[in-house]
């Protein structure tokens, strides 16, 4: 226990460190923080070089420096809340931003007005990852929910990933059912008794499903499912598409506050609308999101398959809905995990 | 007790009192403070549908009641890590000692993914294992298993520097009067040892009941099997409900404070009866 507290004292050195190093870059140049969710990082390492050339070019040559900050959705929206100085925050769902609105007016309340999309550059879907040849002849959802099959999710609680995962297959029983709620629920209920993990994340998910060799199917996000091929040996797995999916729009938002106070509004803005110009968009592209520009989405439509989808919003009632019915003690996800 | 401010020797009792106190303030009671104070929040009805709830109640199970094994079975190995290490000398003994504080400085998260890929189904020892029948990893015993590795440590640190000072001219005097090996033990070692291996066991209990990183990755963390209470906390904070993940973790403050201070009443009574406190 000792030794723990040290090392996080060490840890919390280097932080102050590291947030010294950030001031003294911060006089030298213009510099922008985005704070961000788990698996953007490799998105935003190709963007912040990409959008520093832009504003370079467009500015008299002034030097932009975009930090970045990844984590969990949710603790990165309490860090923010909380008070660490994001200028602009890009999530992997929406309540991740509404918090900041609800929480101290940080974000302004029509932020979805703010930028085209609904404020969302990308979107992606839940899709399966198999192993190779799909030995159990996984098609769609209602395949999860057979007895032999085991299926691996992140857990809906703790993971945003797994939330939708969860939201997909409600929404393709209640399509199948003819809006039966209660088939409905008997579905999913199917569903999560053949879930042998629940992992905290994404990532976690896809450790279990690639290195322990657990389960017959993982239900991911596709930019994951397609890392996943390029990582781990795309020669041991394959990615099912099922009949209907679920699109996970990724949105953005200027923290009004920060911005206000550094002043930095231009900035921001600019660099968000980046992310929704043909630039930009081609390079969401290449990291497998799947774009908004209909120009780069033709392009590259070899990678993204059409499929039905729907959304929170034009299906489920919207998310704070969503969180009320399903995800809130004794909502319906708890009730079906029960025995 | 009522004589030590006289026959104190070192001045300057005031002002190490005052320093512990304000640092402990500082560092324990305020943050706990405010853990309570956010809990009052809900009223009293909310606050205990919120700490009885089934799935909640289940998590409290596997963690104190796996936490409490895990103690006791670190007691056991390590105590007989502890003999080995002192009263044996055998190539290598530098290493293994070593190798004992590693637990302390792994990171938790390491534990946990090295573990489980040992466990796994696919790894090394979870192979043969599920082959007789025994799953480890995603499953109660392996929470275990993370646990008694983080408390071990404890156990043959705290009883190591007793069994040091421990002269083996008693044993020899217990044996040339007549008593067996085992009588030996339980006479004249154990009672001895009992106030270490109690601290010994007390604090890896503690760590183990608020083990989070390297649970996390072996448990499964299916509902009603394998959820931690920390984990029932972190799911709390991830919908945003402060006040219910508060709230539970007021219970679990509340829960370990009072078996912390029943294992510390034993430990001063077989301390007293002992004699070693004198």
Same mark, same amino acid.
């Given at each position: 226990?000792?030794?723990?507290?040290?090392?996080?004292?060490?840890?919390?050195?280097?932080?102050?460190?590291?947030?010294?190093?950030?001031?003294?870059?911060?006089?030298?140049?213009?510099?922008?923080?985005?704070?961000?969710?788990?698996?953007?990082?490799?998105?935003?390492?190709?963007?912040?070089?990409?959008?520093?050339?832009?504003?370079?070019?467009?500015?008299?040559?002034?030097?932009?420096?975009?930090?970045?900050?990844? #984590?969990?959705?949710?603790?990165?929206?309490?860090?923010?809340?909380?008070?660490?100085?994001?200028?602009?925050?890009?999530?992997?769902?929406?309540?991740?931003?509404?918090?900041?609105?609800?929480?101290?007016?940080?974000?302004?309340?029509?932020?979805?007005?703010?930028?085209?999309? *609904?404020?969302?550059?990308?979107?992606?879907?839940?899709?399966?990852?198999?192993?190779?040849?799909?030995?159990?002849?996984?098609?769609?959802?209602?395949?999860?929910?057979?007895?032999?099959?085991?299926?691996?999710?992140?857990?809906?609680?703790?993971? #945003?990933?797994?939330?939708? /995962?969860?939201?997909?297959?409600?929404?393709?029983?209640?399509?199948?059912?003819?809006?039966?709620?209660?088939?409905?629920?008997?579905?999913?209920?199917?569903?999560?008794?053949?879930?042998?993990?629940?992992?905290?994340?994404?990532?976690?998910?896809?450790? /279990?499903? /690639?290195?322990?060799?657990? #389960?017959?199917?993982?239900?991911?996000?596709?930019?994951?499912?397609?890392?996943?091929?390029? *990582?781990?040996?795309?020669?041991?797995?394959?990615?099912?598409?099922?009949?209907?999916?679920?699109?996970?729009?990724?949105?953005?938002?200027?923290? *009004?506050?920060?911005?206000?106070?550094?002043?930095?509004?231009?900035?921001?803005?600019?660099?968000?609308?980046?992310?929704?110009?043909?630039?930009?968009?081609?390079?969401?592209?290449?990291?497998?999101?799947?774009?908004?520009?209909?120009?780069?989405?033709?392009?590259?439509?070899?990678?993204?398959?059409?499929?039905?989808?729907?959304?929170?919003?034009?299906?489920?009632?919207?998310?704070?809905?969503?969180?009320?019915?399903?995800?809130?003690?004794?909502?319906?996800?708890?009730?079906?995990? *029960?025995? | 007790? !009522?004589?030590?401010?006289?026959?104190?020797?070192?001045?300057?009792?005031?002002?190490?009192?005052?320093?512990?106190?304000?640092?402990?303030?500082?560092?324990?009671?305020?943050?706990?403070?405010?853990?309570?104070?956010?809990?009052?929040?809900?009223?009293?009805?909310?606050?205990?549908?919120?700490?009885?709830?089934?799935?909640?109640?289940?998590?409290?199970?596997?963690?104190?009641?796996?936490?409490?094994?895990?103690? !006791?079975?670190?007691?056991?190995?390590?105590?007989?890590?502890?003999?080995?290490?002192?009263?044996?000398?055998?190539?290598?003994?530098?290493? +293994?000692?070593?190798?004992?504080?590693?637990?302390?400085?792994?990171?938790?998260? +390491?534990?946990?993914?090295?573990?489980?890929?040992?466990?796994?189904?696919?790894?090394?020892?979870?192979?043969?294992?599920?082959?007789?029948?025994?799953?480890?990893?995603?499953?109660?015993?392996?929470?275990? +298993?993370?646990?008694?590795?983080?408390?071990?440590?404890?156990?043959?640190?705290?009883?190591?520097?007793?069994?040091?000072?421990?002269?083996?001219?008693?044993?020899?005097?217990?044996?040339?009067?007549?008593?067996?090996?085992?009588?030996?033990?339980?006479?004249?070692?154990?009672?001895?040892?009992?106030?270490?291996?109690?601290?010994?066991? !007390?604090?890896?209990? !503690?760590?183990?009941?608020?083990?989070?990183?390297?649970?996390?990755?072996?448990?499964?963390?299916?509902?009603?099997?394998?959820?931690?209470?920390?984990?029932?906390?972190?799911?709390?904070?991830?919908?945003?409900?402060? +006040?219910?993940?508060?709230?539970?973790?007021?219970?679990?403050?509340?829960?370990?404070?009072?078996?912390?201070?029943?294992?510390?009443?034993?430990?001063?009574?077989?301390?007293?009866?002992?004699?070693?406190?004198?």
């Amino acid at each position: 226990m000792r030794s723990e507290l040290f090392s996080r004292a060490l840890v919390r050195f280097g932080l102050l460190l590291g947030t010294g190093l950030c001031f003294s870059v911060a006089q030298a140049d213009t510099t922008l923080l985005n704070v961000s969710y788990d698996v953007s990082r490799e998105l935003y390492k190709d963007i912040n070089p990409a959008f520093s050339a832009h504003w370079q070019a467009g500015h008299g040559g002034e030097k932009v420096t975009v930090n970045q900050s990844h #984590g969990g959705s949710s603790k990165q929206a309490m860090s923010v809340a909380a008070g660490l100085e994001a200028d602009v925050v890009t999530m992997n769902q929406s309540p991740d931003i509404d918090i900041l609105v609800t929480q101290g007016g940080l974000v302004a309340a029509d932020w979805k007005k703010r930028f085209p999309h *609904e404020a969302a550059p990308y979107t992606t879907l839940s899709v399966f990852l198999v192993r190779k040849g799909n030995p159990k002849g996984i098609r769609d959802w209602s395949d999860l929910t057979r007895p032999d099959i085991q299926v691996i999710v992140p857990n809906p609680k703790t993971s #945003g990933n797994g939330r939708y /995962t969860y939201l997909a297959a409600w929404g393709y029983a209640l399509e199948q059912a003819k809006g039966d709620e209660a088939k409905a629920k008997a579905f999913v209920k199917a569903l999560f008794r053949n879930v042998p993990v629940l992992d905290g994340g994404g990532r976690g998910a896809t450790t /279990t499903f /690639t290195q322990r060799d657990i #389960g017959d199917v993982l239900v991911t996000f596709e930019n994951e499912a397609v890392l996943i091929g390029k *990582e781990v040996g795309g020669a041991q797995f394959e990615v099912v598409y099922p009949s209907l999916s679920i699109e996970a729009a990724a949105p953005v938002a200027v923290v *009004e506050r920060v911005v206000d106070k550094r002043g930095s509004r231009a900035l921001a803005t600019a660099y968000l609308n980046f992310l929704f110009s043909p630039a930009g968009q081609e390079i969401i592209a290449k990291h497998s999101f799947r774009p908004r520009d209909p120009a780069i989405l033709k392009k590259y439509a070899a990678r993204f398959p059409a499929l039905r989808v729907f959304t929170v919003e034009n299906r489920l009632g919207g998310w704070a809905k969503v969180q009320q019915t399903h995800f809130a003690d004794g909502g319906i996800y708890d009730q079906i995990v *029960e025995q | 007790m !009522a004589t030590s401010r006289h026959s104190n020797v070192l001045p300057g009792f005031n002002l190490a009192l005052g320093y512990t106190l304000v640092y402990l303030s500082l560092i324990v009671l305020i943050p706990l403070a405010a853990v309570f104070i956010k809990s009052t929040s809900l009223s009293a009805a909310e606050f205990w549908n919120v700490v009885t709830a089934p799935r909640v109640v289940a998590s409290y199970k596997i963690s104190f009641g796996l936490s409490l094994l895990a103690a !006791a079975i670190n007691v056991v190995f390590g105590l007989m890590l502890a003999w080995a290490l002192v009263r044996y000398s055998f190539p290598g003994k530098k290493l +293994v000692d070593a190798l004992v504080d590693l637990p302390f400085a792994l990171p938790t998260a +390491v534990t946990g993914i090295a573990l489980t890929a040992i466990y796994a189904g696919n790894g090394w020892l979870g192979k043969p294992l599920e082959a007789i029948g025994l799953k480890v990893a995603y499953s109660p015993p392996g929470i275990l +298993v993370a646990l008694i590795f983080i408390g071990l440590p404890f156990v043959v640190r705290t009883v190591q520097p007793i069994l040091e000072d421990l002269d083996t001219e008693l044993e020899e005097a217990a044996a040339s009067l007549g008593a067996r090996r085992w009588q030996t033990f339980r006479r004249v070692v154990l009672p001895i040892l009992l106030p270490a291996l109690l601290t010994g066991f !007390a604090l890896a209990f !503690a760590r183990a009941v608020g083990e989070y990183g390297s649970v996390i990755f072996i448990a499964g963390n299916m509902p009603f099997v394998s959820e931690i209470t920390p984990l029932m906390i972190i799911t709390k904070l991830e919908q945003y409900d402060y +006040v219910g993940a508060t709230a539970i973790a007021a219970v679990m403050l509340v829960l370990s404070f009072f078996l912390l201070l029943v294992i510390n009443l034993l430990q001063a009574w077989t301390a007293r009866r002992t004699g070693r406190n004198r």
